[in-house]
T-cell receptor, first 113, second 114 residues
Framework: DQQVKQNSPSLSVQEGRISILNCDYTNSMFDYFLWYKKYPAEGPTFLISISSIKDKNEDGRFTVFLNKSAKHLSLHIVPSQPGDSAVYFC????????????FGSGTQLTVLP | KAGVTQTPRYLIKTRGQQVTLSCSPISGHRSVSWYQQTPGQGLQFLFEYFSETQRNKGNFPGRFSGRQFSNSRSEMNVSTLELGDSALYLCASSRGGGGGETQYFGPGTRLLVL
C-alpha cells in the first residue's frame, strides 16, 4: 500500500517557465513533508519542507503548497533552470520522534533550454 | 560543515557473503537512518539509530542489521547476501530532536550482488 504517491513519473518544462510537481498521501497522521532532489549515483539533496500546521513554505525559487483536506502537496519551481533537471521525491513523516520517511516513487523533471 | 559520508562507495559481493557499510553523520547529528533504493521498490526505510540504540525499524528481514557507535557513526550489515540485495544504500543524519526535522543524505553505497 503506497502511502505516498507521485503519479507523474516524468515532466518536461521549458527553461524559465514554472515546474509543478505533485504528491498525494493517504496517511492523515503524517505531519511533516519534505522534497528532495536526486541526481543519478548521488544521495537525495534536501530542497524544502513544510509542517502540517502551514499551507505554504517558500525558499527562493522553490515553493511547497500543502492541502491537508485533499492530502496533497505540490512543489513549484519558478523559474525553471536546466540545472533543475533531476528526479524529485516527496517524503512524509509521522509525528513523534520517529525519523522514518516514506518516499514517493519520484518524478523525473527535465528542463529544456 | 562536512556532509554525511559513506564508505565504500561501490561494492561487489557474491551470494551468501556478508557486507558491512559505514556512515559518518554530520557533526553534531545524533540520529542516523538507513534506506535502500532499488528500481522496483524505490526508497525504503531500513532502520534508525539514536544514541547507540535502534529507535525504529522498517520491514526488512533479520539479515539486515545495524549499530551505532558513541561518536554517532553507524554501520549496517547484511548477512547471507541475495541477488535482490543489489541496491543503493543511503544513510541520512539529523539532529535527533523532536519536531520537524530534516534528514540529510550521504552519497550512498552501491552494492552489486553477483
Amino acid at each position: 500500500d503506497q502511502q505516498v504517491k507521485q503519479n507523474s513519473p516524468s515532466l518536461s518544462v521549458q527553461e524559465g517557465r514554472i515546474s509543478i510537481l505533485n504528491c498525494d498521501y493517504t496517511n492523515s497522521m503524517f505531519d511533516y513533508f519534505l522534497w528532495y532532489k536526486k541526481y543519478p549515483a548521488e544521495g537525495p539533496t534536501f530542497l524544502i519542507s513544510i509542517s502540517s500546521i502551514k499551507d505554504k513554505n517558500e525558499d527562493g525559487r522553490f515553493t511547497v503548497f500543502l492541502n491537508k483536506s485533499a492530502k496533497h502537496l505540490s512543489l513549484h519551481i519558478v523559474p525553471s533552470q536546466p540545472g533543475d533537471s533531476a528526479v524529485y521525491f516527496c517524503a512524509s513523516r509521522p509525528p513523534g520522534s520517529a525519523r522514518q520517511l516514506t518516499f514517493g516513487s519520484g518524478t523525473q523533471l527535465t528542463v529544456l533550454p | 560543515k562536512a556532509g554525511v559520508t559513506q564508505t565504500p562507495r561501490y561494492l561487489i559481493k557474491t551470494r551468501g557473503q556478508q557486507v558491512t557499510l559505514s556512515c559518518s553523520p554530520i557533526s553534531g547529528h545524533r540520529s542516523v537512518s538507513w534506506y535502500q533504493q532499488t528500481p522496483g521498490q524505490g526508497l525504503q526505510f531500513l532502520f534508525e539509530y539514536f544514541s547507540e540504540t535502534q529507535r525504529n525499524k522498517g520491514n526488512f528481514p533479520g539479515r539486515f542489521s545495524g549499530r551505532q557507535f558513541s561518536n554517532s557513526r553507524s554501520e549496517m550489515n547484511v548477512s547471507t547476501l541475495e541477488l535482490g540485495d543489489s541496491a543503493l544504500y543511503l544513510c541520512a543524519s539529523s539532529r535527533g530532536g523532536g519536531g520537524g526535522e530534516t534528514q540529510y543524505f550521504g552519497p550512498g553505497t552501491r552494492l552489486l550482488v553477483l
